[in-house]
């Protein structure tokens, strides 16, 4: 079996290995993939490849002096129905940043306890991430979380009402990530109103992410509420924000700005 395009170029065969990425550059990278199974497989590898391959220098993953790569730890959380391993185009775009990423895993629950309780147990596994990421519900508790924690976040389309949002669904539900169901009430949605109280002062950096075309979340209330930290408003996008050649560049040179730690 032919070996995988990332395999070729860390072991040193030259396909179309830009020349300015370095050995070095390579061994980070090789560094940095043990975490890569925890979320996105396969996809990880695809994403390192493409990123070797078509980067072109000046970029924000590398400093235009030395051409270090300046890599983050990425605590990803997931949304609504969803689990640890989504098919996410948002997780492959991380890793081709060349950052890592653990997912945060609520074993199916999707209360405010569930979280709560994931994210103490991952914010407290060693190393400590650098930033929060989330999408839609996991955007809500990136920013609740970095705010309260001080930790660096970005929500991408973040629901910060989610009290409102999944009061919409009632009833037996089905997991996108994966082939099971579950309960959802409208006093599970009401138990998030304890949680949406908006900090006084927002002391971390934040960054969110808006689609104006979101069909879940509204994204005029996501703008009206994003206050104490930096926003991008996107025409499109949709609920998913598969189009992450449109805020690519903003992500990387955020992450970049909030995470910049010496090599």
């Not at 993939?33 to 070797?52: K, P, V």
């Not at 199916?108 to 999408?135: I, K």
């Not at 009401?190 to 109280?197: F, G, I, P, Q, V």
Request: glycine content about 8%.
């Amino acid at each position: 079996m032919q070996q995988p395009v990332i395999g070729r170029l860390l072991d040193g065969v030259n396909h179309g290995r830009p020349d300015w990425i370095s050995d070095s550059d390579l061994s980070q990278v090789r560094q940095s993939r043990h975490d890569a199974a925890d979320c996105a497989g396969d996809a990880a590898e695809r994403a390192d490849a493409a990123a070797l391959a078509s980067a072109k220098p000046p970029s924000p993953l590398f400093s235009p002096v030395t051409g270090v790569l300046t890599m983050a730890l990425i605590l990803y959380l997931h949304g609504f129905a969803s689990g640890p391993k989504p098919k996410s185009p948002k997780i492959d775009l991380l890793h081709a940043l060349g950052h890592e990423v653990r997912c945060l895993a609520t074993q199916g629950g999707y209360r405010p306890e569930d979280y709560l309780r994931a994210a103490e147990t991952a914010l407290n596994r060693s190393p400590v991430p650098d930033l929060l990421v989330g999408s839609s519900l996991g955007g809500f508790w990136a920013r609740y979380l970095g705010a309260r924690q001080g930790h660096p976040w970005i929500g991408l389309n973040p629901a910060l009402r989610p009290s409102a949002t999944l009061a919409r669904y009632p009833g037996r539900l089905q997991r996108f990530d994966v082939d099971a169901s579950f309960d959802w009430t409208a006093a599970d949605a009401l138990a998030y109103r304890a949680y949406e109280e908006e900090p006084e002062e927002m002391m971390v950096p934040g960054l969110i992410v808006v689609a104006k075309d979101d069909e879940v979340v509204d994204a005029q209330e996501t703008q009206a509420l994003a206050v104490g930290g930096e926003i991008l408003v996107l025409p499109r996008g949709g609920h998913e924000l598969a189009n992450t050649e449109d805020y690519a560049d903003r992500l990387a040179d955020f992450i970049t700005r909030v995470s910049e730690r010496p090599n």
